[in-house]
């Protein structure tokens, strides 16, 4: 098969982003467009929209001459288990790849296309919305933060999309932080009253009570005076940015959120100091080797494995690609009361990547041999 990239001029020469899970991304459509091609090639094409503005919407085709998509499937091949079918077509894997490249081009403000036709070909396209680097050199590589020291800290985090608060989640929940979760700004209300968190992660745009509104009655409530509040929007314009702080936020943070950004945030409100894994971070390193050395100790113990009915329903959440429920699994199994802190390290690792395929190998694995 021939090959080809095109990069279509002009391209910002950085941008902002996680480059583990856009080559995830990439890389499972290539695979598919090899698979489902016999002759001909594939071409991979980049390009972008308002290149010279702060933000830049990044345009990736791949497009086949293979197979091609029936009409009827072009929907449902987005399904977990979904795979294209054509006639005397051996099929390979788990039918898993495009469900989760369309949960993760999702859940940072994007969109995956499809355009199709039986015996001619297929052409993907996802589009993303990322902010543009400045500078005329790539900032050399940082060490993994792993953790942080001192007290627990509650994070409160607010959204109306749950694939939202779900990458918050993966990327907070792993340092330690105590995280709690509200759908809207009444919710957080109530929620703030009562867990009385250190930080408020709170999205502006939502139904019932909006983040502005809940931000000004946080305020307004002196046992909250003094609670950080950082707010989240997809809006670049300097005025929302001006009314977030009137309404008594203390920063704010664009749409995708930048964890580098809400990082250095939450350790400048929160005084926080961090800890550091072993770096720095080489690239296509996955999450559970970015974490370094741990400081509980936990890679030089044995993994011990919860009970086979635990194992066969996270496997069976992970073959559908929900890592909500898989995270809601994690927590209960760490409520219980034996203990497997290894496990769920490795685990909850695996879940920040996204990473579905290594999680039904490693639970898989230690079923083939119990």
């Given at each position: 098969?021939?090959?080809?990239?095109?990069?279509?001029?002009?391209?910002?020469?950085?941008?902002?982003?996680?480059?583990?899970?856009?080559?995830?991304?990439?890389?499972?459509?290539?695979?598919?467009?090899?698979?489902?091609?016999?002759?001909?090639?594939?071409?991979?094409?980049?390009?972008?929209?308002?290149?010279?503005?702060?933000?830049?919407?990044?345009?990736?085709?791949?497009?086949?001459?293979?197979?091609?998509?029936?009409?009827?499937?072009?929907?449902?091949?987005?399904?977990?288990?979904?795979?294209?079918?054509?006639?005397?077509?051996?099929?390979?894997?788990?039918?898993?790849?495009?469900?989760?490249?369309?949960?993760?081009?999702?859940?940072?403000?994007?969109?995956?296309?499809?355009?199709?036709?039986?015996?001619?070909?297929?052409?993907?396209?996802?589009?993303?919305?990322?902010?543009?680097q400045t500078g005329t050199s790539a900032a050399p590589p940082e060490r993994p933060v792993i953790g942080y020291r001192g007290p627990i800290r509650k994070i409160l985090i607010v959204d109306d999309k749950a694939d939202n608060r779900s990458v918050l989640v993966g990327l907070l929940a792993p340092?330690?932080?105590?995280?709690?979760?509200?759908?809207?700004?009444?919710?957080?209300?109530?929620?703030?009253?009562?867990?009385?968190?250190?930080?408020?992660?709170?999205?502006?745009?939502?139904?019932?009570?909006?983040?502005?509104?809940?931000?000004?009655?946080?305020?307004?409530?002196?046992?909250?005076?003094?609670?950080?509040?950082?707010?989240?929007?997809?809006?670049?314009?300097?005025?929302?940015?001006?009314?977030?702080?009137?309404?008594?936020c203390q920063d704010f943070l664009a749409k995708p959120v930048d964890a580098g950004l809400l990082l250095e945030m939450l350790s400048e409100h929160l005084s926080l100091e961090w800890v550091y894994g072993e770096g720095p971070l080489p690239v296509g390193t996955t999450g559970e080797e970015a974490?370094?050395?741990?400081?509980?100790?936990?890679?030089?113990?044995?993994?011990?494995?919860?009970?086979?009915?635990?194992?066969?329903?996270?496997?069976?959440?992970?073959?559908?690609?929900?890592?909500?429920?898989?995270?809601?699994?994690?927590?209960?199994?760490?409520?219980?009361?034996?203990?497997?802190?290894?496990?769920?390290?490795?685990?909850?690792?695996?879940?920040?990547?996204?990473?579905?395929?290594?999680?039904?190998?490693?639970?898989?694995?230690?079923?083939?041999?119990?």
């Open positions: 098969l021939a090959f080809r990239y095109e990069a279509q001029p002009p391209l910002p020469a950085m941008v902002n982003g996680d480059e583990r899970w856009l080559r995830q991304i990439l890389l499972n459509l290539l695979s598919n467009a090899v698979k489902f091609t016999d002759r001909g090639g594939l071409t991979l094409r980049a390009a972008a929209d308002r290149p010279a503005s702060a933000s830049v919407h990044l345009r990736f085709e791949v497009e086949d001459t293979g197979i091609g998509i029936p009409r009827e499937q072009q929907e449902r091949i987005f399904e977990p288990f979904e795979q294209v079918h054509g006639p005397a077509r051996s099929q390979e894997g788990t039918g898993l790849g495009l469900a989760i490249s369309k949960q993760l081009v999702q859940c940072r403000g994007g969109a995956i296309q499809v355009y199709s036709k039986p015996g001619e070909g297929s052409l993907f396209r996802i589009e993303l919305p990322l902010s543009l340092l330690g932080f105590e995280l709690s979760e509200a759908a809207d700004g009444r919710a957080a209300l109530e929620m703030a009253a009562a867990l009385r968190p250190d930080a408020v992660l709170l999205d502006l745009v939502m139904p019932v009570m909006d983040g502005f509104e809940a931000a000004r009655r946080m305020r307004a409530t002196p046992a909250l005076s003094d609670l950080v509040i950082l707010a989240l929007s997809a809006s670049v314009f300097e005025d929302d940015r001006r009314r977030s702080a009137a309404a008594g974490m370094g050395a741990d400081p509980a100790g936990f890679d030089s113990e044995p993994i011990r494995f919860p009970p086979a009915d635990k194992l066969r329903a996270l496997r069976a959440l992970a073959e559908t690609g929900d890592i909500r429920a898989i995270e809601r699994e994690l927590d209960r199994i760490e409520e219980s009361e034996e203990s497997y802190p290894a496990f769920l390290r490795r685990m909850r690792e695996m879940a920040v990547e996204y990473d579905m395929h290594r999680i039904v190998d490693f639970v898989s694995g230690y079923s083939a041999t119990s």
